[in-house]
Every structure is written in C-alpha cells, then in structure tokens.
C-alpha cells in the first residue's frame, strides 16, 4: 500500500497510520465487502455509517496549502478509501469515470459546486452549497462536480473521506474548464438534492 505500509487483513489492506479504533472500524463496516464485486450501493453505505473522525486520520497524512492531499487510508478489490486533506485549495472540475464516489466532511467545511456537460471538456456550474462535518453525500460516475475550502476564507482547512468502487482511475477520469469561470466562483444555487439521499 502506498505510503508508510499498511495491515492487511486478507483482501483489505489499511495504512499503518490509522488509529487502532478506525481499523477496527473499517474492519467491522467494510469487512463484508471484500471480494471483487463491485457493490457501489454497499460501499457508500458503508462509508456513510463508518465511525471516523479526523483524529483517526491525523497520523496518515497532513495539509498541505494550497494543495490537496490524497492518501489511501483502505483499498480491498473492488473499492478504495481515501482521506483528502484540503487547505485553501479546491480539486478540478471532473467526473468519477465509471465509479461512484461517497464520501463524508470529518473537518471542516467543504464547498461542492455542481456541472452541467457543456460540450467537450466543457461544463457550466449550476449550484453550488456548503458540507459541514458529519454530511455525507454521493455521487454516480457521471456527476461533475468540484470540491474546495470556500473560497475567500483564509486558512481554511477540511478533511473528507472518500470510497470509490470501483476504485477511481485518476488517468480517465474527465477534467473539465469552466464554461464562465467567475460563474463557477460565484455560483449560489441551491442543489435540488438532500445530503442523505444522493
Ligand atoms: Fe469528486
């Protein structure tokens, strides 16, 4: 496993950096989900009812500003786990290619702003909201979105978890421009979606 090594346990590999109740805790939401099917509904249920806090991720990575920090925290077969840690920054606008994406704010506040396909490469923002700590959402392959710190907040730090499956392929996932960049910035649309539900 990438990073410091992790335990492995069958199937399920864990970096060695994850505090020995969010091991268990994987172990015990995660442990039926170790072959190679790919349960996406399973996984993002999994990953909704984890028990985790940022306390459980701090050894395995750290902020970096400016940037987001992607570390493998889990991976088994048909999914992976990851624990992002964000400083003022935000991820480029993109899809999930063929995988479904849960994931969970467990620090912080993060801003999600939604796409529309606008044409080859091209998407146009069409709502934007904050997720605090403790909301969960998810989202098919085919969403487009970015996260981010909110803009305009210095300092701003967060942490999420995130489960892929299948585990995403960062050399297809889609990238795209924005259509109206200051749009994209200043986008305050209400997204027509409950957390708990996606
Ligand atoms: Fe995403």
Redesign the pocket.
Known sequence: MRGTGGATDGALMMHAGLSADAMDAIGARFGGLLDETEDQAGVSAALKALEIDAACVRRCAGFDHGNRVRCEIARAPGWVLLAMFWEETA?PI?D?CASE?G?RVIEGELEETRFACAGDDLARAVATRRLRVGDFTK?PGSTI?Q?GTPQGVAGARAISI?AYCPALCLETMGIFEATDPERAAECGGVLDVELSEE
């Open positions: 991820s993109h999930h994406c994931f989202t979105h996260l995130h």
